[in-house]
């Protein structure tokens, strides 16, 4: 791969319906993301409350189908204000979007989200990057492991969407990167995407403060059940002109799933990430190993969405734990997680020996 290499253009999503509540006029991004889906043809329409409305479909399939077409332009809600850990990736998570248009079959969001699966973009995002100064110095996670000091304090902001999805009717991640960029303090924003459309973050004054982190998988698993998302290897591409523009960049490889053949599977994709890196100059890499896992109530939510999904959701093949506040979980059981940690932990340095694993879940 050269340095003139360029990534495909992002598959860009087009909602069938716009809306905004009446509070989202209040605000001057507001309207930004209201005149740039305008500007591509998308009429916007505004309710007569800050409800959503006009959803529902007749069957969970048309409503899943609904929600999915529509975009929500809104103001975030208090509780969203208040940041809260988001371990092990930052010390603190807040929200520009809630929502995805992508169609993974995994999807994270099954089950974290109430209601039919919108997507909403925040109105009052200059209120929402004024008040993250309250937080600086302050975390309890990154901040105080001494392999990640020098992140400073890290602020995560893809928890619950696709920044590249969404940038392109919404300018948010752009003015994040900005934001930070200025802000004179040993700071790191974060965010990761299923998209290749970088090309509104290169040239950007983002003073290394923003560490932009491609989720990526195998060929089984992305080929098969992730549905609107951009290649892999427009990512990886995507992830080598952010890196030859002086962001610190990274993987998010994720959901780690014992395929068949599944060393074959993901050395292939470890040798792909060699070739988009290679030669760059300063390469700041890091990656975050996470392992497929599902609750009750996330796979309820799926097989609604999917019922023809291939995931494997098998209850009988997991280990079932208990996590914060006594939430039910699956995961693999002991011996698989073993042999898929050592066989990333061995295959990572060898094949990319300046890539840091910042954590295994």
């Not at 009446?22 to 993301?33: E, L, S, V």
């Not at 800050?50 to 069957?59: D, E, K, P, S």
């Amino acid at each position: 791969m050269t340095d003139e290499t360029v990534a495909r253009p992002a598959r860009r999503w087009t909602p069938r319906r716009v809306v905004a509540t009446p509070a989202a006029y209040d605000h001057p991004h507001g309207h930004r993301i209201m005149a740039l889906a305008e500007a591509r043809g998308l009429e916007v329409e505004r309710l007569a409350s800050n409800r959503l409305t006009g959803v529902r479909g007749a069957t969970d399939r048309e409503t899943y189908a609904r929600a999915k077409a529509t975009l929500a332009i809104v103001v975030s809600p208090p509780s969203r204000r208040r940041l809260q850990p988001i371990a092990p990736s930052a010390d603190w998570r807040f929200d520009l979007a809630e929502g995805c248009p992508a169609h993974c079959q995994y999807c994270y969001l099954a089950g974290s989200l109430s209601g039919p699966p919108v997507t909403r973009v925040y109105a009052d995002l200059d209120e929402i990057l004024t008040g993250l100064t309250d937080y600086a110095g302050r975390g309890q996670v990154t901040s105080r492991s001494s392999a990640r000091a020098d992140e400073g304090t890290t602020f995560e902001a893809s928890c619950y969407t696709d920044p590249l999805a969404l940038e392109h009717l919404t300018g948010s991640w752009r003015r994040a990167v900005e934001h930070f960029g200025a802000w004179d303090a040993p700071v790191q924003l974060r965010w990761t995407t299923k998209y290749d459309d970088v090309d509104g973050f290169v040239g950007l004054p983002h003073a290394g403060r923003t560490r932009v982190r491609f989720s990526v998988n195998c060929r089984p698993v992305s080929t098969r059940l992730e549905g609107g998302t951009a290649r892999v290897e427009d990512r990886l591409a995507a992830l080598r002109r952010l890196a030859l523009d002086g962001y610190p960049v990274g993987l998010t490889i994720a959901p780690i799933m014992p395929v068949p053949d599944w060393r074959t599977h993901y050395g292939l994709l470890l040798d792909a990430v060699r070739d988009a890196v290679a030669g760059v100059p300063g390469l700041d890499l890091t990656a975050e190993l996470i392992t497929h896992r599902f609750t009750p109530g996330s796979k309820e939510v799926l097989l609604g969405w999917y019922p023809r999904t291939r995931l494997e959701m098998d209850e009988a093949s997991r280990s079932r734990k208990h996590g914060r506040y006594g939430a039910v979980k699956y995961v693999y059981p002991r011996e698989t997680m073993a042999e898929l940690r050592d066989w990333f932990d061995t295959e990572i340095a060898r094949r990319l020996p300046g890539c840091r694993v910042l954590y295994w879940t």
